[in-house]
């Protein structure tokens, strides 16, 4: 078991797991899973503004920001009570090519060349965190979801626009890692 | 075309439009009922973690066809989704409040498109989505607080300015 949990789990475990979410939340009490709406909430609640976007009662969704509270536990929990997670393996090619694109350190969940604490103050590290969370949080109200309440919660419950979202989404991370990535890893 | 939209813009129609909020309880719920909400996250933190699904190798290995793993994972959860939302409403399956079980139907419009572009190119840059910023915050990556701030920011501009742009 302990062997297990320090593993990382396999795709056909976890994916159903993530899955299972959909239903739990609808019959727990007739919520809809997603994730971006709780950061329109945050703005609802903090800086309004009079904008008729977040002009709502925030509180009535207040089971959104106690979702994400929760993920964010969840977080603490699996490095502080689990077992860590024995090495990330991934595709050698993909790994050698990254090598090659300056990423040499390919220890932990992310590059620390990229989000350590040390190496946070340089052009490239800023315009990727900074950057890269702005278009997450404007693409994906802009959307009308993320990877939850569409690619998840929006195909799970068939529907097309979602389906639309879910192409777009990986589009715009195909051109991304393809075309602009390379540049901006070499600044 | 502006004051058209400024009038159908009533709170009912922003949610719809987000369709993601509309879907609450009638009821009234004590502050403590959250907390179910809470532990759901934690169990999905767990998940989003274990699975890797939080990495930014994984997410590059992903967008360069180096591996199966997040496409499976993806399109497990999606066939779990499909197949028990059919269930619950093939049985006509009712929630813990005895409410009818309601799913907000989407309408296309152009935001999917744009926006969805948009967010792509975020998620690959970061080498997560909302769901993994909150996760590798609580994991120990505490720099990702920054795309976070950001991501609230993100939302904020498009609130601001969203009668302006192409839907």
């Given amino acids: 078991m302990i062997e297990f949990l320090s593993q990382p789990w396999p795709w056909y475990i976890s994916g159903p797991l993530i899955g299972i979410m959909v239903p739990a939340l609808l019959l727990v009490g007739n ?74 350190n390919q220890e932990g969940l992310v590059p620390e060349q990229l989000f350590g604490w040390q190496h946070l103050f340089s052009l490239r590290n800023l315009l990727m965190l900074v950057g890269g969370g702005f278009m997450i949080g404007f693409g994906s109200r802009y959307a009308g979801g993320c990877t939850g309440g569409h690619a998840i919660f929006g195909l799970s419950t068939l529907q097309l626009p979602s389906l639309i979202a879910t192409c777009c989404f990986m589009i715009g991370g195909f051109a991304m890692t393809h075309l602009v990535l390379p540049y901006i890893l070499s600044l | 075309m502006m004051t058209e939209f400024k009038e159908t813009n009533m709170d009912f129609e922003i949610r719809s439009m987000d369709s993601i909020c509309v879907n609450e309880s009638r009821r009234e719920h004590k ?46 959860a999606v066939l779990t ?5 059919w269930l619950i409403r093939k049985c006509g399956i009712r929630s813990a409040d005895g409410e009818e079980i309601r799913i907000q139907k989407r309408s296309f419009n152009r935001g999917q498109i744009i926006g969805g572009f948009i967010f792509g190119l975020g998620w690959a840059v970061t080498g997560a989505c909302p769901g993994p910023l909150f996760a590798l915050i609580g994991s120990g990556a ?26």
Avoid at chain 2, 38 to 43: Q, V
Wanted: glycine fraction near 10%.
């Fill in chain 2, 31 to 76: 502050w403590y009922g959250a907390i179910v909400y809470m532990l759901f996250g934690i169990f999905f933190g767990i998940v989003l973690v274990k699975s890797e699904a939080v990495s930014w190798f994984r997410i590059q290995e992903m967008f360069r066809l180096g591996s199966f793993h997040m496409y499976g994972l993806i399109g497990s």
């Fill in chain 1, 31 to 104: 919520k809809a899973f997603g994730i971006s709406s709780s950061l329109r909430h945050i703005c609802a609640a903090c800086l309004p503004a009079n904008i008729p976007f977040f002009k709502y009662d925030w509180k009535k969704e207040r089971w959104n920001l106690f979702f994400v509270m929760g993920i964010l536990l969840g977080g603490v929990v699996s490095v502080a009570l689990l077992p860590p997670v024995v090495h990330l393996q991934i595709d050698p090619k993909v790994a050698a090519d990254l090598y090659v694109q300056g990423i040499t």
């Fill in chain 2, 81 to 85: 989704g499909i197949v028990s939302v």
């Fill in chain 2, 142 to 167: 505490t720099t990702i607080l920054l795309a976070l701030l950001s991501a609230v920011a993100g939302t904020w501009v498009y609130g601001r300015w969203r009668e302006r742009l192409p839907h």
